[in-house]
């Protein structure tokens, strides 16, 4: 049967709650010789969900379970993403709840319900919103072995995903010798294939082309690989800039656009690369930064020796070397203003703040600070309001790179609900700063998208490089799919050289996301994405052109992470100088296909599952190249699969099944 028609069939909208339905006692009982269990009498800690806890029978002490206006005395109160098993064991014969997004989250939330019968979609809702009325679910339960009650977050927030199975009820045969139980989910923990390592012959990485402002300082580690160590020559610099041990270094005396030609040589062999530079007011990130960011690691347990190693192990590890070259202190760092007013680094936990820039920029790598437009930062630290002028003076005084400057406190400057002339004012007051300065600051706004960010935070008021499009990302699915798979048509044109959309950094290997996503005490742990989550997250964010911020604990890096993060093919997608967001082409139910163009005429394509089980597409190429604009004559491409590197037998287009939350990242041309 059609999808559709099974929606149809098994979500029937109501004006009112059944009578009675909501007030039942929370216990087995029956009703018209027909017996059911309580979800809510189940034992629903083993409830597998993002934070908190789920909830039996009511929000809070004074909130009960509320979808819309309807108030409902039993169920079960969870969190996006959620997932409870139940045993069954063909015992029962059908289940029943009301679903929604609880009231508690506000107009915000936006989720999505599955029932999964023996690892298959029985029932499926569309996206529910805060504030609407609630869907009365009815699915069949006959000879069903185990059901899956999973609540994924669907909207472009994160934090208020509250959902709601209501009046839930588990429906038995009569006599029935088995119970359902509740029972513990184990997500799928399987590593998907993804090539390893590089030749020993020299290749270059990462961007290809760079920007600077005549007369500000420059500097540019050359991403290359090679064993021995190859060794660099390089060609056509602009005056000011030197090579000095594979980092060029200096001030570009002169506008201009400079064709460099890189060559790499060791004992295995010889290879070249062409690096444009362009030299002119406000170029920076020509293509989406690269780097590391203490947050999602360490939160404001940070400290110089801690950076340092971050620093030391982005070389050591090898990720240096695939172009990632920032190395960014975030949240915790700033102390008290010194008798001047100036803002001074945390004496504790930073005794040399200017040191240590130095030692950063001494091996080649660029430094990363953060700040906020208000009195505070969101950890309580020192912000920048009244003192903006004199915070980035000392910034550059200190060899600054990069400055995150984040909303925060500044919430409590202006009125509620700010006028989008409001929300702009203290970015464009930082803006206007960093552009008279005398050195090149990397401007990255973050303010969550308020007043659709990406329409503005780039233009000629604020000249902002990347900017926050959604809230902050955790280690969740949901949280995955609300900052990734929303950013599509909505912030796609305002991708492009020089101005990047920002989903947030990226949530893999080990990262600390004690009390929510807060980030304290700094105990890093594996990320709650399963390995094929997070390949799926690092594919999705090359594809959306966005920053590439490493936030795991560098010093703890596992050879699945280092791969993930160091697979060039999938680093140059991002990293293509074309600068074009993918954008989303074909939906064929919970599969989503996403295609950009590429510099060199190809295009890459990635598709991926989003739902709970496996699922299966066909595609052909030349009907996506058809729908983002290029001419690819069908049968006659070529295709790559970017994450085991190796070509595919398909040219026309091709049959993929893929794993729950699995995708594949292609390359055709």
Not at 181 to 199: E, M, N, R
Not at 224 to 253: D, F, K, M
Not at 373 to 382: A, D, E, I, M, N
Not at 464 to 480: E, P, T
């Amino acid at each position: 049967m059609p999808r559709v028609d099974l929606q149809r069939r098994q979500f029937v909208r109501s004006a009112a709650v059944v009578a009675g339905s909501a007030l039942l006692p929370d216990r087995p009982a029956r009703t018209r010789n027909r017996q059911f269990i309580a979800l809510s009498s189940l034992d629903i800690r083993l409830t597998r969900q993002g934070w908190e806890k789920p909830q039996r029978n009511r929000r809070s002490a004074v909130q009960p379970l509320t979808i819309g206006s309807r108030k409902f005395k039993s169920g079960v109160g969870v969190v996006a993403d959620s997932v409870l098993r139940v045993r069954l064991d063909g015992a029962a014969t059908a289940f029943t709840a009301w679903v929604g997004a609880d009231v508690a989250g506000g107009p915000s939330a936006c989720v999505r319900f599955y029932v999964i019968t023996d690892g298959r979609i029985a029932a499926r809702t569309k996206p529910m919103h805060g504030g609407k009325p609630p869907l009365r679910l009815r699915v069949d339960l006959t000879n069903v072995r185990e059901m899956l009650l999973v609540v994924e977050a669907a909207g472009y927030r994160t934090w208020s995903n509250l959902a709601d199975w209501a009046a839930a009820r588990i429906w038995l045969q009569a006599n029935a010798p088995f119970k359902p139980v509740s029972a513990p989910y184990f997500p799928d923990l399987s590593k998907p294939q993804i090539a390893v390592g590089d030749g020993p012959q020299p290749q270059f990485h990462g961007p290809s082309v760079v920007g600077t402002t005549p007369g500000r300082d420059f500097i540019f580690r050359i991403p290359v690989t090679g064993t021995p160590a190859a060794r660099i020559h390089a060609v056509g610099l602009p005056a000011g800039i030197v090579l000095e041990g594979g980092v060029l270094r200096g001030s570009a005396q002169m506008a201009g656009i400079y064709k460099v030609q890189l060559i790499a040589e060791n004992d295995c062999g010889k290879s070249g690369r062409s690096l444009t530079i362009v030299v002119g007011n406000r170029k920076l990130s020509q293509t989406p930064q690269m780097g590391w960011s203490s947050w999602n690691a360490f939160g404001a347990n940070i400290s110089q020796a801690k950076i340092k190693s971050a620093a030391d192990a982005l070389i050591n590890s090898g990720l240096a070397d695939k172009g990632y070259s920032f190395i960014n202190i975030d949240d915790g760092w700033s102390g008290p203003r010194d008798a001047a007013g100036r803002i001074t680094a945390d004496k504790s936990k930073f005794p040399n703040i200017k040191e240590l820039i130095g030692y950063i920029h001494s091996r080649g790598l660029k430094f990363g600070i953060y700040s906020s437009p208000g009195p505070t930062t969101c950890g309580g630290y020192t912000g920048s309001y009244g003192h903006e002028v004199s915070d980035l003076t000392t910034f550059c005084q200190w060899g600054v790179d990069f400055l995150k400057y984040d909303w925060c406190s500044y919430g409590s400057v202006v009125p509620p609900n700010p006028t989008l002339g409001e929300l702009i004012e203290p970015y464009a007051v930082m803006g206007q700063a960093i552009g008279l300065a005398q050195r090149d600051i990397v401007f990255s706004l973050c303010q969550y998208g308020m007043g659709k960010s990406w329409q503005w935070a780039g233009g000629p008021e604020v000249h902002g490089n990347q900017w926050r499009i959604s809230d902050d990302l955790i280690d969740f699915w949901g949280s995955v799919c609300s900052n990734g798979f929303n950013c599509d048509s909505r912030t796609a044109a305002a991708a492009g050289p020089g101005h990047w959309n920002d989903p947030d950094m990226l949530v893999v290997g080990m990262v600390d996301f004690t009390n929510a996503g807060l980030g304290f005490p700094g105990k890093p742990s594996p990320s709650r994405l399963t390995p094929i989550e997070q390949q799926t997250h690092v594919g999705l964010w090359a594809l959306l052109a966005a920053p590439l911020i490493i936030g795991c604990d560098l010093t703890k890096l596992d050879p699945f992470t280092f791969n993930l993060l160091s697979n060039t093919e999938v680093i140059a997608v991002d990293q293509d100088k074309l600068g074009r967001q993918a954008r989303r082409v074909m939906q064929f139910g919970d599969m989503q296909l996403w295609a950009r163009p590429l510099c060199d005429g190809t295009m890459a394509v990635g598709v991926f599952n989003l739902s709970p089980v496996k699922a299966s597409c066909a595609v052909e190429w030349a009907q996506v190249a058809s729908l983002i604009g290029m001419p690819i004559r069908q049968g006659r491409s070529t295709v790559r699969d970017l994450w085991q590197r190796r070509n595919l037998s398909a040219c026309g287009g091709m049959s993929l099944r893929l794993p729950s939350h699995g995708s594949i990242l292609l390359k055709i041309g």
